[in-house]
């Protein structure tokens, strides 16, 4: 009877068990109500084309559909996000509540086949959780360094600084390596360092403390080299004049109202300015045109009596004596 009950149970809650192939995610996780958390779901290469969806239940045979990479992306508070570049799906759900714990799977759908799965508990706390970070997502720049603060409740847990899908450090002072982490006890949390980031050391991480996971993204983004440019005291006057020539052709290309379909900038520097040739100009009226006129008039009329008197007065000159 006892063994018929075992067997019995263990059918029972065999579907419950994780697939360990294909699909990998944290075990526990636990949140403060209120807040928000993002789950990430590894898969492998040969699953990037393949939709991917969120299950909540404690049996895989009937778990519910929350979201889907195809429809719906987007159910109340829950969305879903593929990134097949880094084979690698998240769940963000926001404004937990502690009705939202429960047993949640991470899944690939196989058409013809068994999806690939992997399931996780999530628990949802009205108090401050066993374990938390006080950032779930960091930044470094390549060659500098990021740390990580994990606070926890329970100090005599185990305690843990993992890459998902690979390796984890423990506390150990005394051990040299890019990830440190030390356990300050007094005020319960372990501090993790990662020294001389690359660009490889982007991805998820979590802390652990005992069964207890919260989970990091840590981006590393390339360094930047600022060009130092010297100069001197004899170049200052070259730079001046190139500064004012630059000027002179971003003012002319600016005023210029045809725009120029030449591919080099020409220079051209202005002649002496020529004085213009001054012009006058006379307004006359009607009235001072007939007072010109009537001038006119009588200067011809006193020219003409005059030659008349000329003429007369010369002739009598010729013949003084008329005989009678």
């Known amino acids: 009877m006892a063994l018929t009950l075992i067997l019995f149970l263990s059918f029972l809650f065999l579907p419950v068990l994780p697939d360990a192939d294909g699909v990998f995610t944290m075990s526990e996780v636990v949140v403060q109500r209120g807040r ?3 789950i990430p779901c590894l ?14 239940g404690s049996v895989w045979n ?21 990134d ?14 502690v009705k939202d714990s429960g047993y949640y799977w991470c899944a690939v759908e196989i058409q013809g086949a068994r999806d690939k799965k992997a399931y996780l508990y999530l628990s949802v706390t009205a108090d401050t959780p066993g374990l938390w970070v006080e950032q779930q ?29 690979s390796t984890c450090v423990e506390v150990n002072p005394g051990e040299s390596g890019r990830s440190e982490m030390t356990d300050d006890r007094s005020e319960k949390v372990f501090p993790v360092t990662v020294r001389e980031l690359n660009m490889e050391d982007t991805g998820w991480y ?52 045809k725009p120029s379909t030449s591919k080099h900038s020409t220079v051209s520097t202005p002649l002496s300015p020529v004085p213009a040739t001054t012009t006058f100009t006379y307004n006359i009226s009607p009235s001072d045109l007939t007072i010109i006129l009537m001038a006119l008039g009588m200067l011809l009329l006193v020219t003409a009596v005059a030659t008349v008197t000329w003429k007369l007065c010369k002739r009598h000159s010729e013949y003084p004596h008329e005989v009678r």
């Not at 603060?149 to 890459?163: A, D, V």
């Not at 190139?242 to 210029?256: D, E, I, R």
């Open 137 to 165: 997502e960091v930044a470094g720049v390549e060659g500098g360094h990021v740390s990580v603060l994990c606070h926890y409740n329970e100090p005599s847990s185990m305690k843990k600084w993992c890459r998902i899908e």
């Open 84 to 97: 097949p570049t880094h084979h690698v799906f998240t769940v963000t759900m926001r404004k937990l509540e």
């Open 62 to 82: 009937v778990c519910e559909t929350v979201v889907r990479t195809d429809s719906p992306t987007v159910k109340g508070e829950t969305s879903i996000t593929d």
């Open 36 to 38: 928000s958390v993002t």
């Open 206 to 257: 979590w802390c652990a403390a005992g069964k207890l996971q919260i989970h990091v993204h840590l981006t590393v983004t390339q360094k930047t080299t600022m060009a130092t440019v010297t100069t001197s005291p004899h170049s200052s006057a070259s730079a001046a004049l190139s500064t004012s020539l630059l000027v002179t052709t971003a003012t002319t290309a600016a005023t210029s109202s």
């Open 43 to 56: 898969y492998d290469r040969e699953y990037e084309s393949h939709v991917k969806y969120w299950c909540h």
